[in-house]
């Protein structure tokens, strides 16, 4: 019997936490997706999540997006990755008391990136770990870079790169909209959600797709889509669901039919 | 000029953690630390801390340290990896907050051992770290291990392997008593402190060594003594102080005279 292929599971920052707040996580929902994903029990996953206002609002304080400018940055980067490491425990905690055997893989310990993009990916553990039964749990953390000195490494990036090196079977990307619209819903009435997409329908409407109104350094909605473009690419099809509404992630893991966009190469 | 050479430091479980208790962290002892850490202004350190009453009796409770033999150990995996991150948050935590660059590097995410003794580690960005004017943060953790499956990784395996892998200048080990001594100290009265002890008047010694008398999957003190004498041996000299007096650690790191024991290699 061969391996089950691997799943990647994003959960959005703005749907663990609340962006409007400062270090402000919405542990009910973290509870309840490690429910769901007790629940789907898939083999062979991973799971990344977002900053949401932990990560964002430190890494923008320090500029850490920007790079290494000045020494006194330094502790800002320890401290964006400190407040990171606090909304990963909070999602280890809910997931390790749902008997699920996540292990936090710690993205500042083993990535390295040139200009923002990842370079350098240490991931003999986290093969071993996947092989082993684990699921690994990584999150958008800082990175040491090769140009800037330090940056900040976005979920949606780390995404990409491990379905497209590990050749995912699909990606499920869990934000606080119903998927993808042809207008910001929290802005327009009348936005109409798309429930399924190529490649090439999506590149044509990708520059109305609506962003997140508040701190996000990594880019919003726009930022996501342009970052998973190259796995679609790769033929990996991706599901965008609603993770703040009940089941919905659930749903998207077992492959059931579910609210929400699906994007596939052609 | 030429780069001062690594200090590697380490913080017994038993000094930051209440062994007697469960998940028990001595905050005030952790922020005391973390105020010499800021006052002696090292270069090029590395801190290492132990699991404590975090760490160990999880791992304990899951027969974690003897190998992967059943499914349900997984989440017991899972679960000791969880409570020493929150250990590690905390004493990362007290430096942030004391304006220390520090960083956590967890163990599980880069190291894999073989019957419980390190083969793999991967350092790459541990070293551009160090080099960035960042304090590694490592402590005891689990990790994957090629004959058992998993096992435990002691905070003093660690700090004899990076001592000898990156050649440091000297290694400081606070624990909760005042160094070595000819008996244990907590059971026998007038039990005499080894100021300063040779390598081979260290070998002749260490079957008197004091253990620690709480949940140590590790070793306790012997198991420290064992772990450190090749690092000793390559030249590098070991200062055991009790970190649960003030300004022992800061004495230590600064190279001042200070009560504990010097462990060298002639």
Tied chains: 1, 2.
């Excluded at 009348?190 to 990594?218: F, P, Q």
């Amino acid at each position: 019997m061969s391996e089950a292929k691997l799943t990647i599971l994003k959960i959005g920052g703005s749907v663990i936490t609340d962006k409007t707040g400062e270090l402000a996580a919405r542990t009910e929902v973290i509870n309840r997706l490690a429910e769901e994903i007790q629940k789907a029990n898939v083999k062979n996953l991973i799971i990344v999540h977002g900053g949401g206002s932990f990560g964002h609002p430190t890494a923008q304080k320090y500029g850490i997006k920007e790079g290494l400018k000045e020494d006194t940055q330094k502790v800002g980067f320890s401290e964006t990755h400190h407040v990171m490491t606090v909304l990963n425990g909070l999602v280890l905690d809910a997931l390790v008391w749902h008997n699920i055997p996540a292990l936090s893989v710690t993205p500042s310990c083993c990535v390295v990136t040139e200009n923002g993009r990842i370079t350098y990916f240490e991931d003999a553990v986290l093969k071993k770990l996947l092989k082993t039964g684990f699921v690994p749990v990584l999150c958008g953390d800082v990175t040491l870079d090769d140009k800037l000195g330090f940056t900040v490494l976005s979920g949606d990036q780390l995404v990409a790169y491990l379905a497209r090196k590990f050749d995912a079977g699909k990606i499920v990307i869990g934000v606080d909209t119903d998927g993808l619209y042809d207008a910001d819903p929290k802005a327009t009435k009348n936005a109409k959600l798309y429930a399924h997409l190529t490649l090439s329908e999506l590149e044509k409407i990708k520059e109305n797709l609506g962003g997140s109104t508040a701190t996000d350094v990594t880019g919003g909605m726009l930022g996501k889509i342009v970052e998973i473009l190259p796995a679609v690419g790769q033929g990996i099809p991706v599901a965008i669901v609603n993770a703040a509404k009940p089941n919905r992630v659930y749903k998207a893991l077992m492959g059931e039919a579910v609210e929400g966009t699906v994007i596939e190469k052609e």
